[in-house]
């Protein structure tokens, strides 16, 4: 059955969301098909270079890695390329925002948009990167070839991401969300994460198997967290908390210089 014909108000809605969502999910959102969207893009020269291929740098790279192992996705995009997605709770916006602009080139023109546009409350922020040949190698990786090519931006982004601090203790200390990984993709992990300086990664668990740390690698984990994104970013404020309450944060620049 043939598609009914775009309205003038499905036009509109789909010119005010392009750069802001994927044209699939715009025609989701609109409720029209995506060839549709895509003849609007023609009509009102809103077109632009397809499948643009990019450089990335090491940080970009391990904001994939981190991003594979936690909360990001590559997800394809016609019949080859791929985009990458992040979404993170209203609650780590900033964080977010974060990424979006360290991915530079590869967000250039991309907007963030408020996840589940239909619904009353908007309790999610998403962005996605240009759809692009370069994504298409790190489409391809099993998690064990995402965890050899990790390193500790990579493992600190994975962290705050899939991440927790549980007061257990007299200090508290640092897990890990474990349960999508097998028994050795979880050592594999934890011989990464010590292998960077993290020094007290172990599996831990029953039921639900988690990477825990010591609370001795405390101060390391919040020393690599707060040097690659700012302290005052919200997802800083959120998972060190506990720490900063109980007076164990400080300067730590020399102590890892």
Same mark, same amino acid.
């Given at each position: 059955?043939?598609?009914?014909?775009?309205?003038?108000?499905?036009?509109?809605?789909?010119?005010?969301?392009?750069?802001?969502?994927?044209?699939?999910?715009?025609?989701?959102?609109?409720?029209?098909?995506i060839h549709q969207v895509h003849d609007v893009y023609r009509r009102h020269n809103m077109t632009t270079k397809q499948n643009p291929t990019f450089e990335l740098n090491m940080l970009q790279k391990q904001l994939i890695y981190g991003g594979i192992l936690g909360d990001g996705?590559?997800?394809?995009?016609?019949?080859?390329? !791929?985009? !990458?997605?992040?979404?993170?709770?209203?609650q780590e916006k900033e964080y977010c925002e974060w990424k979006h602009r360290a991915f530079g080139n590869l967000t250039n023109g991309t907007n963030m948009y408020g996840k589940n546009l239909n619904n009353e409350y908007v309790d999610a922020i998403e962005f996605c990167t240009r759809t692009t040949p370069t994504l298409i190698e790190y489409a391809n990786l099993?998690?064990?070839?995402?965890?050899?090519?990790?390193?500790?931006?990579g493992l600190i982004i994975f962290l705050l991401d899939d991440g927790w601090f549980n007061?257990?203790?007299?200090?508290?200390?640092?897990?890990?969300?474990?349960?999508?990984?097998?028994?050795?993709?979880l050592q594999k992990l934890c011989d990464k994460f010590n292998e960077y300086g993290f020094t007290t990664a172990h599996?831990?668990?029953?039921?639900?198997?988690?990477?825990?740390?010591?609370?001795?690698s405390n101060k390391y984990i919040y020393y690599l967290a707060t040097k690659l994104v700012p302290e005052s970013t919200d997802i800083i404020q959120k998972k060190f908390k506990y720490m900063y309450e109980t007076g164990q944060v400080a300067d730590f620049s020399k102590m890892y210089a």
């Open positions: 059955m043939p598609a009914k014909p775009i309205t003038e108000e499905q036009t509109e809605k789909v010119k005010n969301l392009r750069g802001k969502m994927t044209a699939q999910q715009i025609a989701d959102e609109v409720g029209v098909t996705r590559l997800k394809r995009n016609g019949k080859y390329n !791929y985009y !990458y997605s992040e979404c993170h709770a209203m099993s998690k064990d070839e995402v965890i050899e090519r990790i390193n500790e931006v007061k257990s203790g007299k200090t508290g200390h640092f897990c890990v969300a474990g349960g999508v990984f097998s028994e050795e993709q599996v831990v668990g029953r039921k639900s198997r988690d990477i825990s740390f010591l609370s001795s």
